[in-house]
């Protein structure tokens, strides 16, 4: 099984600032896949294949890395951008999530 | 309108069953892959289940392995998931996510870029 692991566990910020959130997987992936989450609601896809954004999601919303460092980059974040962000790995079963990253106003 | 919804959740007591339904609209249910992911109440989401787009495969976390089954009815574009000897740790929201194609023969699983809004099934005496 692929170990996800996601850094930081909590990160507080600003609107306006930059975020930058990393996952590590314990072996090299070949297909990664960012999420949002939101108190209540279903995850939703943000970026696929490491680095493509799924559709509707804003430019500010930016992934990168291969193998086994990725990295999700919120060039400056809005109200609206605050909340549960996970990593995933869907290249082989089983399917595995990092435990998130909690991204919450400064 | 594309989407999908589940139902079937609860509470039902250990050891017992209970079967949840996903409902598609909206898009061609018949040609994706199929899963079930769950989320305990406060902690992160976990993968569960996959089913293939025609249902000749499937796949299952080693945690319910045994004791869930996938399955779907592509006619009536419905995805299921059949729980048997549930265990309070099975005591989360379940969701379904369309997550795989096939392609020349060959299928993958792909990103989850559509899922339900959720059902909350607890495990309880």
């Known amino acids: 099984e692929i170990v996800l692991t996601q850094s930081p566990g909590t990160l507080s910020l600003s609107p306006g600032e930059r975020a930058t959130l990393s996952c590590r997987a314990s072996?090299?992936?070949?297909?990664f896949a960012w999420y949002q989450q939101k108190p209540g609601q279903a995850p939703r896809l943000l970026i696929y294949?490491?680095?493509s954004r799924a559709t509707g999601i804003p430019d500010r919303f930016s992934g990168s890395g291969s193998g086994t460092d990725f990295t999700l980059t919120i060039s400056r974040l809005e109200p609206e951008d605050f909340a549960v962000y996970y990593c995933?790995?869907?290249?082989?079963?089983?399917?595995?999530f990092g435990q998130g990253t909690r991204l919450q106003i400064k | 309108q594309v989407q999908l919804v589940e139902s079937g959740g609860g509470v039902v007591q250990p050891g017992r069953s209970l079967r949840l339904s996903c409902a598609a609209s909206?898009?061609?249910?018949?040609?994706?892959?199929m899963h079930w992911v769950r989320q305990a109440p406060g902690k992160g989401l976990e993968w569960v289940t996959f089913?293939?787009?025609?249902?000749?495969?499937?796949y299952s976390a080693d945690s319910v392995e045994g004791r869930f089954n996938i399955s779907r009815d592509n006619s009536n574009k419905t995805l299921y998931l059949q729980m048997s000897s549930l265990r309070a740790e099975d005591t989360a929201v379940y969701y379904c996510?369309?997550?795989?194609?096939?392609?020349?023969?060959?299928?993958?699983?792909?990103?989850?870029?559509?899922w339900g809004q959720g059902t909350m099934v607890t495990v309880s005496s």
């Open positions: 996510a369309r997550g795989g194609r096939c392609r020349d023969n060959i299928c993958f699983f792909d990103a989850f870029d559509l």
């Open positions: 909206g898009f061609s249910f018949s040609t994706y892959g």
């Open positions: 089913i293939r787009s025609d249902g000749s495969r499937k």
């Open positions: 072996q090299s992936v070949s297909n």
């Open positions: 294949g490491a680095s």
């Open positions: 995933q790995q869907y290249g082989r079963s089983p399917i595995t």
